[in-house]
């Protein structure tokens, strides 16, 4: 049973990385169905004063979005290795961040949640790789408070004690 439970972590990053991958060749070719969704999210926005703002040469452009989906597959799978278990959290934070922002459009724009007309299919991957992400962020936490730790080390200045008063001399 122990076996199991060491692995599970493990195949749920791959079912996330999987689902992230396979976007890509939509989001990287520039395919009709990326056009449509990134297409309605910037008309969206623009209706909010930020025109541009999904576009292809927007902040959250497919392109964007798709590189933050690749690089937290790599993640993900990198962090398979236990040497590496810290990218793995990096990873499933990316994946979360994603896929709150892609649940959220489909459920509180016009995007809705079967634009493409799949059934509702790229929805229900973006849920599902949602409670991945999370769950592994859960499993993960040590690692990602590890990681939060450095990176305080790291741009954070070190306290230190108070100075000790001076003391007068002994003679005086």
């Not at 599970?8 to 890509?24: C, E, G, K, R, T």
């Not at 590189?67 to 990198?78: C, D, K, Q």
């Not at 859960?138 to 790291?154: F, K, N, P």
Request: with cysteine; glycine share 10%.
């Amino acid at each position: 049973m122990s076996r199991i439970r060491t692995w599970i972590p493990h195949v749920a990053a791959i079912i996330a990385a999987l689902v992230f991958l396979d976007s890509l060749r939509f989001k990287f070719t520039n395919a009709e169905e990326t056009q449509v969704i990134f297409g309605n999210l910037d008309a969206w926005a623009a209706s909010l004063g930020a025109d541009g703002l999904f576009a292809q040469t927007g902040l959250f452009s497919q392109y964007v979005i798709g590189t933050a989906e690749l690089v937290a597959s790599a993640f993900l799978l990198i962090g398979i290795l236990p040497a590496l278990r810290r990218f793995q959290a990096i990873g499933a934070l990316i994946g979360l961040a994603v896929m709150s922002g892609a649940v959220n459009f489909h459920l509180w724009t016009s995007l809705g949640i079967d634009p493409n007309n799949d059934g509702g299919g790229l929805f229900m991957m973006a849920c599902v790789v949602w409670v991945i992400s999370l769950s592994l962020i859960v499993i993960r936490r040590h690692e990602l408070a590890a990681v939060g730790r450095g990176l305080a080390g790291t741009f954070l200045p070190a306290t230190r004690p108070a100075a000790a008063a001076p003391t007068a001399p002994a003679n005086a």
